[in-house]
């Protein structure tokens, strides 16, 4: 069984930083791509940023110059640096990874269970 927990949200002010973290557990493998997604009441859960193993990484285009994503593969961590935050980044940030569990040859996807990030004054 493999789980990902994460921490690290909460409410910060207009221009402020917060730093995410999440950590997989269980009967892993191997971890191939890392990431963060969001979620904002009424809107789709949409990419912020992912990493692979070996470093590559992809941001949306609105996190870009302010965000930055990077991952322990000793440890399965990721975190997400969040610089200059603004009230349109409130959101629920949901971690992401495609997991090959002990046993098997397959990659598949698991989520945590989300942390809350509010920007407000």
């Known amino acids: 069984q493999v789980q990902l927990v994460e921490s690290g949200g909460g409410l910060v002010h207009p221009g402020g930083s917060l730093s995410l973290s999440c950590v997989a557990s269980?009967?892993?493998?191997?971890?191939?791509?890392m990431g963060w997604y969001r979620q904002a009441p009424g809107k789709q859960r949409e990419l912020v940023a992912q990493?692979?193993?070996?470093?590559?990484?992809n941001y949306a285009d609105s996190v870009k110059a302010r965000f930055t994503i990077s991952r322990d593969n000793g440890q399965n961590l990721v975190y997400l640096q969040m610089n200059s935050l603004k009230p349109e980044d409130t959101a629920v940030y949901y971690c992401?990874?495609?997991?090959?569990?002990?046993?098997?040859?397959?990659?598949?996807?698991?989520w945590g269970q989300g942390t809350q990030v509010t920007v407000s004054s």
């Open positions: 269980g009967s892993i493998f191997s971890i191939n791509t």
């Open positions: 990493i692979t193993r070996g470093g590559s990484t």
């Open positions: 992401n990874a495609e997991i090959i569990p002990l046993g098997s040859g397959t990659y598949y996807g698991h």
